[in-house]
C-alpha cells in the first residue's frame, strides 16, 4: 500500500511516499526557516504564502522520487493539527482537493503523534538515511520533545496509548529557543545552543530542576534561572533587560551557560524516562519531535537504557510528510475512519 504523506503544520512544506508503513520511498521538505531568522521565529503569515508557492512542486517531487504516478497511490494522509492554522489550511486544502479529483481515501493526522511513527520507517531507497534495524514492538515508550510538546506516552498498541505525563508551561523545545535569545545566539535555538554548549563547560554552573509530579515537566523555572544567572554574571539587576545580554556576556560565559542549561534541560527529560521505564519496563523506547536530533539527549538516553531504544534519522526528527505517511498507513490498514475530503478541517489545537 503506498500512502502519499502531506504535512504542513509549521514552516516546512513537506510531502513523501512511504510504502506498507515502514519503507520511505520519498521524503521532500521545502523549509522557509531563512525567511524567519530575521525575526528570531516562525512568522506564521510568511509561512503559509510560502506553503501555498511550494507544495505542489514539493508533491511533484515526491512523486518523483518515488518513481511513481498519482495512479499507484492508494491513499492520502494529511496533517489537520496541531500547528499554525493558516499552514495547515494549505495542506489540508491540498490534500481534499487531490482526494476528490483522484478518487482516493483521505487520513486526517494528528502531528504530534505522527513524530512517533518516524520510528516505524526502518527501510529506504534514499540515500545517507540512518535507521533502525527493525520497527518498536509494544508496549512503547514514547519520548516526545519538541517546541511545542514535552511528553511521555505509553503505547499498549496502535492508536492505544496513555500520556504518563507533559509539561505544564514551555516544552524543552520552546525552552532552548528562549535561552538562545538570551544569549545572543541565531534562530533554531535548538541547533544553536548545543552548538556553542560543545565548547562550553557543562557544569559550569548549577541549575534548578522543577519539582513536579511523577511524569510532568516544566522548564519555565529553568529558563528563568538560566535569565537570572546571565544578569549576575554581568552584575546587573533583574530589571536588566534581557535583550541587551548577550552584548555584555563573554563568548566563554555564553558557551558555559550554553553547556549548563542543556546539561539540566536534557538530565529533566532522561530522570523520567528512567522512571518511567524502570516502572513499566516496555519492550521499546522512541525518541520523537525536534528535540530528538541533539546529541546530548541520545547520548545521556543510550546510557540509561542502552538496549531498547530506537533513534530516529535526524532528518525524521523534525518535520517530514515520511512520519505523516507512516502513520496514515496504520490508520488505513487498522481501519481507522476516513476523512470526509469535503468537509476536513484543521485543528490547530489539536492533541493526542
Known amino acids: 500500500m503506498l500512502i502519499l504523506g502531506i504535512e504542513t503544520s509549521c514552516d516546512e512544506t513537506a510531502a513523501a511516499v512511504v510504502e506498507d508503513g515502514y519503507y520511505m ?36 517531487q515526491a512523486l518523483h522520487e518515488a518513481h511513481c504516478r498519482f495512479e499507484a497511490i492508494d491513499a492520502i494522509a494529511v496533517t489537520n493539527g496541531a500547528g499554525l492554522g493558516g499552514s495547515l489550511l494549505i495542506g489540508v486544502l491540498t ?8 478518487s482516493r481515501p483521505l487520513y486526517a493526522v494528528n502531528h504530534v503523534a505522527a513524530h512517533v511513527y ?3 520507517i526502518n527501510r529506504t531507497s534514499l540515500p545517507d538515511y540512518t535507521l533502525p534495524p527493525s520497527q518498536p514492538g509494544f508496549p512503547l515508550l514514547a519520548v516526545i520533545v519538541s517546541g511545542g510538546h514535552s511528553q511521555l506516552v505509553l503505547f499498549y498498541d ?23 535569545k538570551i544569549l545572543g545566539l541565531p534562530y533554531p535555538g535548538g541547533p544553536s ?15 534548578p530542576k522543577a519539582k513536579m509530579d511523577k511524569y510532568d515537566f516544566s522548564f519555565s523555572g529553568l529558563k528563568t534561572a538560566v535569565l537570572r544567572l546571565a ?84 532528518r525524521l526528527c523534525t518535520d517530514n510528510a515520511a512520519m505523516v505517511a507512516t502513520l496514515g498507513y496504520f490508520q488505513a490498514n487498522l481501519g481507522q475512519t476516513k476523512a470526509d475530503p469535503y468537509t476536513l478541517s484543521t485543528v490547530p489545537n489539536l492533541s493526542m
Do not use: C, M, W
Not at 523549509?31 to 511533484?60: F, K, T
Not at 490534500?95 to 483522484?102: D, G, K, Q, S, W
Not at 496509548?161 to 520552546?174: M, N, P, V
Open 118 to 120: 518516524a520510528n516505524f
Open 231 to 314: 544578569q549576575a554574571q554581568i552584575g546587573e539587576s533583574y530589571g536588566f533587560p534581557s535583550v541587551k545580554l548577550s552584548e555584555r556576556l563573554s563568548e566563554a560565559q555564553k558557551r558555559n551557560i550554553a553547556a549548563s542549561f542543556q546539561r539540566v534541560a536534557v538530565e529533566t527529560v532522561v530522570d523520567k524516562v528512567k522512571l518511567a521505564y524502570e516502572e513499566y519496563a516496555p519492550k521499546s523506547v522512541v525518541l520523537a519531535g525536534g528535540v530528538a536530533a541533539n546529541l546530548e539527549l541520545r547520548r545521556q538516553l543510550k546510557d540509561v537504557i542502552p538496549p531498547n531504544i530506537n533513534f530516529p534519522d535526524i
Open 158 to 180: 496502535h492508536f492505544d496509548y496513555t500520556i504518563l505525563g507533559q509539561t505544564h508551561d514551555d516544552a524543552i523545545g520552546e525552552a532552548f529557543d528562549k535561552v538562545a
Open 95 to 102: 490534500a481534499r482537493t487531490l482526494a476528490i479529483i483522484h
Open 193 to 207: 545552543i548545543s552548538k556553542t554548549a560543545r565548547k562550553g563547560d557543562a557544569n559550569a554552573f548549577t541549575f
Open 25 to 60: 520511498r520519498s521524503n521532500v521538505v521545502a523549509s522557509s526557516i531563512d525567511l524567519h531568522i530575521p525575526y528570531g521565529g516562525v512568522v506564521p503569515e510568511i509561512a503559509a504564502r510560502n506553503h501555498i508557492e511550494s507544495i505542489l512542486p514539493v508533491i511533484g
